[in-house]
């Protein structure tokens, strides 16, 4: 056997080790998992009740019954008929309000379901008796972005969703995702709010953005070791494309000698 052959090949082993052990990086404990703090048989008092509050654009679902369906029916907004029938929904103006049958404008902004519906059942007394009012924000969803497995906008039929339900739906964060600085970005009214969230400590479940609103987004960055191997990916696809030439020179110039 050609020595040099012998050598090359030592050489090329050895450039591959270099290169797999340049873009590969340990993660530890500290990095990776949620509730470090957290001690065994803790318990942690939750401290906020959270009910979503109607925000300007927002989709409203509102249904009107009684024991008389038929008195229902001027306060029920309704298109089509037989198959084809269906309930309308109502949207809050820039205003605030929505337009009501028989009611006529209802300011509804800043106002959580509960409230809308005392104060609809409040103005209906003259009209009906014993009304149940339903009520149900349709656009209620959240959007997770970033190092997360499944990212993508998601419907919460249920109008309570926690930052950790979101994650989840979404996957849960990469395994090379920062866990202490989640970002939740909140709209009210046009004004945006952002609000940073450390996963790595217990407390953080008393975040005012530990309960999710309609229309939030989650954004989850990438830790240092993520932003290093893809810095050093590109170092090494180039590093990989240089060898390769020098490697096929050698191999023309070796087997020619």
Known sequence: MNPNFFNLNILTRNIFIFLFLLCTSCATRKDVAYFQNAREFETLVETQSFEPRIKVDDLLSIHISTFDMEATTPFNLTKGEGLNYQEVDYVVDKSGDIDFPVLGRLTVKGLTTTEVKQLIKKKLIGYLKDPVVNIRIKNFQVTVLGHVKNPGT????TERITLLEALSLAGDLEIKARRDNVLVIRDFDGVKTFSRIDLTSKEFINSPVYFLTQNDVVYV???????????????ATIVVSIFSVLLTSTVLILTRS
């Open 154 to 157: 998601f419907n919460i039929p």
């Open 221 to 235: 960055e990438p830790n240092e070791s993520a932003i290093k191997t893809s810095s050093l990916d590109n170092r």
